[in-house]
Every structure is written in C-alpha cells, then in structure tokens.
C-alpha cells in the first residue's frame, strides 16, 4: 500500500495522525470517493479479498466494492496510519423478509482511540452513516438528516435508525445490522464473501448496483435506472426527495464513468430481479 496515494484517492488532505478528527475525516472523504459496487459481480469477474487486490482495484483503478472490499482496505488504511483496528462480524436484516442474514453477512470495523471505541462503515450503501457512531453510548447519535443509535441487549449490539419521517422522542427506530464485538479476520468473510456473490437470496447477486454519498445527497445506479436523492435540510421543511430516471442499456456504462468514476473493461450486464427470501432465517 501506498498510504499517500490511498489519501489522494478519497480526497483526503493534511496531517494523518491517528485522531478522532482525522478518523472522522477519512471515514466521510473514503464515502464521498469511493462508491458502493459490485459491479464485478455482473460484468464476469469475481470479488476477491486479497488486499493487494483490494488495493489495486480500489485505488489504482479507482473503482468501489462491496461491504468486504471497502471495508477490508479501509482497515488497511487505519492499522497503517495507527489506528487500532478489529473487524467485526454483522447480520444486516432484510426489508424484504424482516430476518436478519447469516453471520459474517457483513463486514464492519471497530476502531479503538483514548480509551473510546467508534464503530465504521464504509461499506454499506443507502443505510450508511457518515461518520463514526461511538460504541460507549445506547443514545441517539445525529448525522446530518439522519439519527441513529447502537442498542446493546444480551452481549448482541443493534444499529437503528430512525426514517427521516419519523424523527423524535417517540419515533419509532428501525434495525439496521447487529453485531457482536467479538473480533475476526479476513478470512472468516471468504464463504459469506462467495455467497454474496452466487445466491438468489443476495441483493449483491440479484441487482447490479452503484451507489455513492454526494454533498447532500446521494447518487444510485442499480439494473436500468439512476436514482438521485436529496436530502432534507434541517430546519427548513423540506422532505427527502427522489427522482428516478430510465435508463437505456447503451447508456449505462457513460453514466457510471461520468457519474461515479467507474470504467468498466468487461461488458455489464444490467440486473434487477427480486431477492429470494432465504431457507434459513436468523
């Protein structure tokens, strides 16, 4: 890894110190920079978790990844510049069955500074937060338009969030992912990793999608469309607000090149179908 040019590549500028600034700089440059894609997955290659890979295709092709990719090599980045870093396993709960996925489902990080622990995630599309939730709190944690917090019960932790429409004391809170602290490694995400990647029951296998934060908002590619997402702006009324556009399948890959930086070299194929509720629920 060259650390300086990883920087360069998420927009990245100043001293890297290990900080909590810097931490929270780098978590919300790398989300700004480098999209959500599994883009390989639909245009005949394979997601591989070989960080010198990760490396290379993140940052010198400049392209984006899954959950396990963009989180894997911003682990890298972190444990280079100091930080204290542990993987950690989470079950991400489905919108489609309400049942959570298997364990390693997801990728996420804990990252440990001055005796607080911070929980990052730059791998998880529209959900996502964008910067680090603090693990030392059950209370609610405002980013921008968004409130989440991290509910801890019987040694299991739940990140929830509450919709832009149900905002307040007494809105109701939604699950997002839980997780345990128990820390992994890379290779305990290899068959999930693979799963992803071949099963009907995957969001990863059943759509392409690419989806990147914007300066308030956020920008998504996923079968024949793009969708733009404004979001609200606090204290002025204004609600989140989305126009969706059809697109014809000559013209995806120009958008993807000029709306979030990927070329692709291998011809895509646009997919949209629906997800499969799993066998197995968790």
């Not at 128990?182 to 071949?198: G, K, L, T, V």
Request: proline content about 7%.
């Amino acid at each position: 890894m060259d650390v300086e040019t990883y920087l360069s590549r998420v927009g990245f500028a100043g001293p890297a110190e290990p900080s909590l600034d810097v931490l929270r700089s780098l978590h919300t440059c790398h989300l700004l920079s480098v999209p959500f894609e599994n883009l390989t997955v639909h245009s005949g290659g394979r997601v591989q978790l070989d960080p010198p890979l990760l490396y290379d295709k993140i940052v010198n092709q400049r392209r984006g990844g899954i959950c396990f990719e963009n989180n894997g090599l911003f682990s890298w980045l972190l444990d280079k510049l100091g930080f204290q870093v542990t993987l950690l396993s989470g079950q991400v709960k489905s919108l489609i069955t309400g049942y959570y996925g298997p364990p390693f489902d997801h990728l996420i990080l804990m990252v440990s500074f001055d005796g607080q622990r911070w929980l990052c995630d730059v791998g998880f599309g529209v959900q996502g937060f964008s910067g680090p939730l603090s693990l030392e709190t059950s209370a609610p944690q405002q980013q921008a338009h968004r409130v989440y917090r991290i509910r801890k019960d019987m040694g299991m932790c739940f990140l929830e969030w509450q919709r832009e429409e149900n905002r307040g004391a007494d809105g109701d809170w939604a699950e997002i992912y839980k997780f345990t602290l128990e820390p992994r490694c890379m290779d305990d995400f290899a068959e999930m990793c693979q799963y992803h990647q071949s099963s009907p029951s995957s969001l990863v296998f059943c759509k392409s999608l690419c989806t990147i934060l914007k300066p308030g908002g956020r920008l998504t590619y996923t079968g024949r469309r793009l969708i733009s997402t404004t979001f609200p702006t606090e204290g002025t009324g204004r609600v989140l607000e989305t126009t969706t556009r059809k697109l014809r399948d000559e013209e995806i890959p120009g958008i993807l090149a000029e709306k979030f930086g990927v070329i692709l070299y291998s011809p895509l194929v646009p997919k949209d179908e629906a997800v499969t509720p799993p066998p197995v629920m968790y």
